[in-house]
Nanobody
Framework: QVQLVESGGGLVQAGGSLRLSCAAS????????MGWFRQAPGKAREFVAG????????TYAAFVKERFTISRDNAKNMVYLEMNSLKPEDTAVYYC????????????????????WGQGTQVTVSS
């Protein structure tokens, strides 16, 4: 089992920044590829960013690639999402997720690959 708790969401103005954090516990953190997903009202959950088990590889949705940065600190069992140049369309609940089934260095952008999910943290971007 993996337990995930997100934090760092809030209300920011357009163009501002937020840093989301995800604290993991349970099985060895470094055994899991990690991802961030988001879901806005009336929309499907969508992939935002992912990072491999060792942190050496990352992948991003095209619409956030140059604005958001995913990182992890395996010594602290933490994964982060640094979000810059936020837009109103970034408003959503952001979820941290763990994928224990990825080979080393691999990342999935498919929510079906992720077995464990946090409770979500709300990000609201005002215009």
């Amino acid at each position: 089992q993996v337990q995930l708790v997100e934090s760092g969401g809030g209300l920011v103005q357009a163009g501002g920044s937020l840093r989301l954090s995800c604290a993991a516990s349970g099985r060895t953190f470094s055994s899991n590829a990690m991802g961030w997903f988001r879901q806005a009202p009336g929309k499907a959950r969508e992939f935002v960013a992912g990072i491999s088990r060792g942190g050496g590889s990352t992948t991003y949705a095209a619409f956030v690639k140059e604005r958001f940065t995913i990182s992890r600190d395996n010594a602290k069992n933490m994964v982060y999402l640094e979000m810059n140049s936020l837009k109103p369309e970034d408003t959503a609940v952001y979820y941290c997720a763990a994928d224990p089934d990825r080979p080393y260095g691999s990342i999935s952008n498919n929510a079906r690959a992720y077995d464990y999910w946090g409770q979500g943290t709300q990000v609201t971007v005002s215009s």
